[in-house]
């Protein structure tokens, strides 16, 4: 099964000469893969992804063997994402054709969980970091039921993004990618056993989970799993208004989504909002946690997420490779911030004890500048009615990164 139709694999397939780089704008369109389209009756059973890929409308031009796949398109790199969170030394406009600087460090191990088989997870992300310079990654896979999972395009992509992606944020950490056997919640939850077990035996790190679902009554009886020593959880906000459930357990950092802007003519980087499509909000079920203190006057007795954002819009996508797919694609959703800020957390080298003692201390420094970038311009949520202000709001939380301190 492939995940795309022939005409949208031509237009990433084709391929030019390589000339010198010259900014191209790209109209296109938004390809929503059927991992990430929640039915009504998946809701408190299966869980769904949360990508999205950019499909420009004319065919991408100057397939180069280095650094950003296509020379010209100002689609977000390891190395001009690193510049823009100030992960590495800042270049003026952090512009993906020149900017060639990749995060460092990472120790110890992220988890991946998933559901289902990515057959060329580990020969994709081999390449991927070829391309964009970065270390060889010590990577495996590992079947959380003893055996391998069932094949889905989706999936697989999801799990190219995500290995990838904390890869880039996080070279030298181990990566372990952890298949589910479906994607119920009931599997996940022993994936997420599994994974949790592995990072405690490795010394500690984190877990990513790009997936989810909308909120449901019995959600907090599966809330348990995410409590292990030593081990910090991720879980993506979600890509339309409200909350969805990993993202509002209070046991877990919830990875909210941003949009990048750059000048169309440049590519220089220009300023960040919130992307209008990101999860975010109030959770109906889950009671607002003890690190939320400071902001109940806002959340109330509810936890309030997302904690922390990361870029995600699709039209200011990242490079991921999925040969399932076709190549090289652009991609978006919060799928992209959770194992992005996983690496990152990695990389901080802080590696507390649980996701409570990384989540008091990231509400700790709430608006500390040195710590984090607050987004303050914008809006998100149920009928756009929710802005960024000053702190913490429901559209990016605390903001984004802005090194690697205070995390």
């Not at 997936?211 to 009554?217: A, C, L, R, V």
């Not at 906000?237 to 003519?265: F, L």
Request: hydrophobic share 40%; net charge negative.
């Amino acid at each position: 099964m492939k995940l795309f139709s022939a005409a949208a694999l031509t237009v990433l397939l084709i391929t030019a000469s390589f000339a010198p780089a010259q900014m191209r704008p790209a109209s296109g369109k938004i390809f929503t893969p059927d991992s990430s389209i929640e039915r009504h009756s998946d809701i408190g059973i299966r869980a769904h992804t949360n990508i999205h890929v950019f499909l420009p409308t004319k065919p991408l031009q100057n397939l180069r063997p280095f650094g950003a796949p296509y020379s010209g398109y100002s689609y977000e790199t390891p190395a001009s994402l690193g510049c823009v969170y100030s992960l590495v030394k800042v270049v003026a406009g952090c512009e993906p054709n020149t900017v060639t600087a990749n995060p460092t460090g990472g120790a110890k191990m992220i988890a991946i969980v998933d559901a289902y088989d990515a057959p060329n997870a580990a020969s994709d992300l081999a390449k991927f970091s070829t391309q964009f310079g970065l270390p060889a990654a010590n990577f495996q896979t590992v079947y959380a039921s003893g055996k391998k999972p069932q094949y889905d395009a989706g999936w697989e992509f999801e799990e190219s993004l995500d290995v990838q992606w904390s890869h880039a944020m996080a070279p030298e950490a181990q990566i372990v990618l952890v298949e589910a056997n479906s994607s119920s919640f009931t599997d996940l939850m022993v994936a997420e056993d599994v994974a949790s077990k592995l990072v405690n035996a490795a010394g500690g790190g984190e877990v990513s989970n790009s997936w989810g679902g909308s909120e449901f009554p019995g959600e907090k009886s599966y809330d348990s799993h995410f409590v292990k020593p030593g081990v910090v959880f991720f879980a993506s906000a979600g890509d339309g208004p409200g909350t969805i459930w990993p993202s509002t357990s209070p046991n877990v950092v919830a990875a909210g989504g941003t949009t990048v802007r750059r000048n169309p003519s440049t590519g220089a980087f220009l300023s960040e909002y919130p992307w209008d499509s990101a999860g975010g909000g109030v959770s109906w079920v889950e009671p607002r946690p003890s690190y939320q203190s400071k902001i109940a006057s806002m959340v109330g007795n509810f936890r309030g997420v997302p904690d922390l954002s990361f870029d995600s819009d699709p039209i200011t996508g990242v490079w991921v490779l999925d040969t399932g797919a076709g190549g090289w694609n652009i991609v978006g959703g919060t799928s992209v911030a959770s194992p992005s800020l996983a690496g990152v957390i990695n990389s901080a080298g802080s590696f507390h004890a649980s996701s409570n003692a990384e989540l008091a201390a990231i509400y700790a420094n709430l608006s500390v500048t040195a710590y984090f970038r607050d987004i303050t311009t914008g809006y998100c949520g149920p009928y756009a009615g929710y802005s960024g202000v000053v702190g913490w709001d429901v559209c990016t939380g605390a903001g984004v990164v802005n090194g690697k301190l205070g995390k």
